[in-house]
């Protein structure tokens, strides 16, 4: 009988190092939201990778908030510090010019795990070769990482050839999900996270930060034969100052919100769809535990 090889590998770092697109890079598919804001991963998010002879669990997490402001970074730093509960592997992602003492919890944390440990430097395109050998060697003086991988995410660079050296290191093991299963997430999420994508990309300064996406209403249809969605999301704000810029001028930004992340859900679902955009207001969400609760924030 083939043998089957399969594990966790779970990628952890700060904000805006590239975890998320390298979780893509790796499946192949866009399985994280990815902009240039940091803190743009709110949730752990599981991707999957699967062969006839591979499973593999990537697991992609929120960036480390050194000094949490609200609750909801808090859940965040928890979700972000679970992948040391389950991991085969760990994947430690950086980038030139970030500074780390080797007293940080992260790495307190990395040093105590009993799983191969890769250290992988990214956006090495935007540094010259004498510093990263500078970097690598101030790293090994640090800790003591099974494997060190200079990588592009975003360009694909180096990125196979980690794959291929995670492939060797994971054990025997068996299907934890069905081979044609990408992700652990439902469609649901994948729709909210790209109107907050959205958010992100369209809005400045502390809007995309105040806002969270919920679905009020999701219904399947046929039109003309053909698959059809009715999607009604509600985005909480805030404040009432917050939902005009968010709804703009005579609903001018909204409209163009709605119109943008309607072209990604298509492509996403496959499909036409429907989409309906309103706004909410929600004081203090961010510290609110039911609301945290009914995000999926908390337990």
């Known amino acids: 009988m083939k043998k089957h090889y399969s594990g966790y590998v779970n990628i952890i770092g700060r904000p805006n190092v590239g975890k998320s697109t390298l979780m893509n890079a790796f499946l192949g598919e866009k399985m994280s939201i990815i902009t240039h804001k940091p803190q743009t991963t709110r949730?752990?998010?599981?991707?999957?990778?699967?062969?006839?002879?591979?499973?593999?669990?990537?697991?992609?997490?929120?960036?480390?908030?050194?000094?949490?402001?609200?609750?909801?970074?808090?859940?965040?730093?928890?979700?972000?510090?679970?992948?040391?509960?389950?991991?085969?592997?760990?994947?430690?992602?950086?980038?030139?010019?970030?500074?780390?003492?080797?007293?940080?919890?992260v790495l307190n944390k990395l040093k105590k795990a009993d799983v191969p440990k890769f250290l992988l430097i990214n956006k090495v395109d935007l540094?010259?070769?004498?510093?990263?050998?500078?970097?690598?060697?101030?790293?090994?003086?640090?800790?003591?990482?099974?494997?060190?991988?200079?990588?592009?995410?975003?360009?694909?660079?180096?990125?196979d050839h980690v794959l291929e050296c995670i492939k060797k290191r994971l054990p025997e093991g068996p299907v934890y999900f069905p081979k044609d299963q990408l992700s652990d997430k439902p469609e649901r999420f994948f729709i909210t996270e790209m109107i907050r994508e959205k958010i992100l990309l369209l809005y400045k300064q502390e809007?995309?930060?105040?806002?969270?996406?919920?679905?009020?209403?999701?219904?399947?249809?046929?039109?003309?034969?053909?698959?059809?969605?009715?999607?009604?999301?509600?985005?909480?704000?805030?404040?009432?100052?917050?939902?005009?810029?968010?709804?703009?001028?005579?609903?001018?930004?909204?409209?163009?919100l709605g119109i943008e992340a309607r072209k990604d859900i298509e492509k996403f679902l496959g499909h036409q769809i429907h989409l309906e955009l309103y706004v909410k207001i929600k004081e203090k969400w961010r510290d609110d535990d039911r609301l945290l609760k009914s995000f999926g924030y908390l337990n």
Not at 140 to 146: A, M, R, W
Not at 219 to 240: H, L, S, T, W, Y
Request: a negative charge; one cysteine or more; hydrophobic letters at 35%.
């Open 207 to 256: 809007i995309p930060y105040s806002c969270e996406v919920i679905i009020e209403e999701y219904k399947e249809e046929n039109r003309n034969g053909k698959p059809f969605n009715r999607i009604r999301a509600n985005i909480i704000a805030m404040r009432q100052s917050q939902k005009h810029i968010l709804i703009g001028k005579g609903g001018s930004s909204i409209k163009k």
């Open 127 to 159: 540094s010259n070769p004498e510093a990263l050998l500078e970097l690598k060697t101030k790293w090994e003086s640090i800790l003591d990482f099974d494997e060190i991988h200079f990588i592009s995410a975003l360009n694909k660079a180096g990125t």
């Open 43 to 105: 949730h752990r998010i599981l991707g999957i990778y699967n062969t006839e002879e591979f499973q593999i669990v990537f697991s992609d997490t929120p960036g480390l908030i050194t000094d949490p402001n609200y609750k909801m970074q808090e859940a965040m730093n928890k979700a972000a510090f679970s992948i040391f509960e389950d991991a085969d592997l760990v994947i430690f992602v950086t980038e030139p010019g970030e500074d780390y003492t080797g007293e940080e919890k």
